[in-house]
């Protein structure tokens, strides 16, 4: 009876062990994402032990990266070393904070950020540049739209067109176009003009 029980308590110890050993938090210590999913090289937490070629599972549609020095929970199937995933990382410099209960936020340790604020906000945030590159066609539809630049505003394409009225506070200049011949009839006016003034003139010397 005593041997059932030993052999009992032999298979609830080595179920613990593997229940203690399913789950770890773990450092980020090198990345690889050549392959058809990314893998990373992890440090298990207080302990020297290394995990190499560790895969990191991804929500489809979503795509990350966590820095070098990231913290990650790897999860080991089965309780065994040889069978780990990564199920979450986390960047404690890079994280946003102050964030409310409800907002959503994508960003990276530059600074970009993407956020989603309560109030029905959403900012775009980027220390150098943000491409928008539709193959076809982008629309915006709003009641109102301001674009704000320190420098300039350039639009480069072979037509600009305007549906309704248009005002400008500064100067306008043209290279070509409409533009340059208003000026040259407001110049041919004054020219007329000042020949009509001079016939004026002479006939009533003359």
Same mark, same amino acid.
Request: proline letters at 5%; zero cysteines.
């Given at each position: 009876?005593?041997? /059932? ?8 110890? @080595?179920?613990?062990? @593997? ?9 980020? $210590? ?12 992890? @440090? =298990? ?6 995990? /190499? ?17 990231? +913290?990650?929970? %790897? ?9 780990? #995933?990564?199920? %979450? ?18 960003? $990276?340790?530059? %600074? /970009? ?5 309560? %109030?029905?906000? #959403?900012?775009?945030?980027?220390? +150098? ?11 915006? +539809? ?6 704000? *630049?320190?420098?300039? =505003?350039?639009? +480069?394409?072979? !037509? ?11 100067? =306008? ?7 340059? !011949? =208003? ?13 009509? @003034? ?5 006939? *009533?010397?003359?």
């Amino acid at each position: 009876m005593s041997g /059932d029980f030993a052999s009992f308590q032999s298979q609830l110890d @080595r179920h613990k062990t @593997r229940m203690l050993m399913g789950t770890a938090p773990a450092l980020i $210590t090198a990345i690889d994402d050549s392959g058809p999913i990314s893998k990373v090289q992890v @440090r =298990i937490n207080d302990t020297p032990e290394i995990v /190499d070629g560790v895969p990191v599972m991804q929500f489809y549609g979503i795509s990350t990266i966590a820095p070098v020095e990231s +913290d990650a929970t %790897g999860l080991f199937i089965t309780g065994q070393r040889a069978n780990p #995933i990564i199920i %979450g990382t986390n960047n404690q410099k890079a994280r946003l904070r102050d964030q409310k209960p409800g907002e959503v936020a994508i960003f $990276t340790d530059e %600074g /970009d950020k993407i956020t989603f604020n309560r %109030g029905n906000k #959403i900012n775009v945030v980027s220390k +150098d540049t943000v491409n928008v590159t539709p193959q076809n066609n982008f629309s915006v +539809d709003t009641k109102d739209a301001t674009i704000k *630049a320190s420098d300039k =505003i350039k639009l +480069d394409t072979p !037509l600009v067109e305007i549906t309704g009225n248009l005002k400008v506070d500064g100067t =306008i200049e043209a290279g070509g176009g409409y533009l340059p !011949l =208003i000026a040259e009839i407001a110049a041919l006016r004054t020219l007329v003009s000042e020949l009509a @003034r001079r016939v004026e003139a002479l006939e *009533a010397s003359g």
